[in-house]
């Protein structure tokens, strides 16, 4: 099987669908059901229809361009990613995987190879929490881990529904109805971008991600009491934020002794009240996001954060108040999965690392109804979300080759 990638179609697309923006070039923003969206969602169609793929759209929008097999009752073998991105964003975060996996395909197809299991590029909506504020819509629908119920009540900013929304994007049918059956893929297989230094400090070419991380995250509330930064002496103080300082650092601590370089825990957001140079802080919110590979090591970060809480609350005579908004568990790739990658690494003379994916993606939720693997490529000092993101096409066109080979593997 000869598998060539056109470097220069691929480059070509990468930038045309960069230029479905609402933002001044370089930087690209593309919300969900924006007309910019689906602008670039119909000129992908096209696209696929042209690679020819049969193209499908559930409820949501998740767009699914089919090469049949020859068994077309088989289970799957699925690719893709997303091609949403948050303001001000780059132009490979999902596109990689996106346009990357359309070429492995029309690569497969141009090299003679016939599949037994069909293969479709899955094409994911709302990758990005910015418009609906939940992160991997599309993917959580898939999945079944958001019900249909919970996301027709979603709304955006301006108050509209999910369901107003979608509909006037022109994506009708029941929502219950994008759930996909357990056995729906034999495999799936998400190429992207690292986001992340190590691969190109390593200058290892390709990243077989072993795990995906997962965050949980709070949003916490101190309330202390306030006053006169002259009146109130030190000992008659309930000041909120020296309680959330002492938490700050609690938490910090917890993920440093976890015992595991896996486990991270970031403090991101500090609303302080009434926020007065002269005035005592009388409440103080705070986001804290804590993420592992190891479901029982982020909840033992958890348990330990609570235990502070309730310690910092007595000392200090504040209360505190947690907030649970959500906690996916991480999840292991498959194994027979990773090792179509590294086989296919190895067949092509490409050197690969085992790692984490320690920002989650769709195949996070994927992986609660298929065996899912993901395959990184290296990104520019990891810069990602900002518009100099940037990823080499020499680097996307191999990491298009070893998904073309996992493809043919897996499918075979
Ligand atoms: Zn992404």
Redesign the pocket.
């Known amino acids: 099987m000869n598998l060539v990638i056109d470097r220069d179609r691929l480059l070509s697309e990468i930038e045309t669908l960069a230029s479905f923006s609402d933002a001044e070039a370089p930087a690209v923003t593309r919300i969900v059901f924006t007309p910019t969206d689906l602008k670039a969602r119909a000129w992908l169609k096209e696209h696929c229809e042209d690679a020819g793929l049969s193209v499908r759209q559930d409820a949501i929008g998740n767009t699914f361009a089919r090469w049949s097999g020859s068994d077309p009752a088989a289970s799957v073998v699925g690719t893709g990613?997303?091609i949403d991105a948050i303001p001000n964003a780059g132009r490979y975060?999902?596109i990689v995987g996106v346009l990357g996996g359309l070429e492995a395909m029309r690569a497969l197809r141009q090299s003679g190879f016939r599949p037994k299991h069909s293969i479709e590029l899955l094409v994911f909506t709302s990758?990005e929490p910015t418009r609906f504020g939940i992160g991997c819509l599309g993917s959580r629908l898939l999945s079944g881990t958001c019900s249909a119920d919970a996301a027709s009540k979603l709304t955006d900013r301006d108050g509209a529904s999910l369901e107003q929304v979608r509909l006037a994007a022109g994506f009708a049918g029941e929502l219950a109805a994008v759930k996909l059956a357990t056995g729906y893929y034999k495999a799936f297989v998400e190429l992207?971008i690292e986001q992340g230094p190590i691969l190109e400090r390593e200058r290892i070419a390709l990243g077989v991600v072993t795990h995906i991380a997962a965050p949980a995250s709070f949003r916490v509330s101190i309330e202390g009491s306030g006053g006169h930064a002259g009146g109130v002496l030190m000992a008659d103080r309930k000041d909120a934020l020296c309680a959330a300082a002492e938490l700050i650092l609690a938490i910090e601590n917890a993920a440093l002794t976890s015992g595991a370089i896996d486990t991270v825990a970031t403090v991101g957001m500090c609303e302080i009240f009434p926020g007065a140079v002269n005035s005592i802080p009388s409440r103080v919110h705070l986001s804290v996001d804590i993420r592992d590979t190891d479901l029982q090591r982020r909840d033992a970060v958890m348990q330990k954060m609570e235990t502070v809480c309730r310690a910092i609350s007595d000392k200090r005579q504040v209360s505190i108040h947690t907030e649970l908004l959500n906690a996916d568990p991480p999840v292991d790739s498959a194994p027979e999965v990773i090792d179509a990658l590294t086989q296919s690494c190895r067949k092509h003379s490409v050197s690969f690392l085992p790692m984490v994916s320690r920002a989650y993606?769709d195949s996070l939720f994927i992986a609660r109804i298929a065996p899912v693997a993901m395959l990184f490529i290296p990104c520019r000092h990891g810069y990602s979300h900002r518009p100099d993101e940037f990823a080499s096409t020499e680097d996307i066109a191999r990491g298009a080759l070893v998904l073309a080979q996992t493809l043919a593997t897996l499918s075979a």
């Open positions: 990613s997303h975060d999902g990758e992207h993606h």
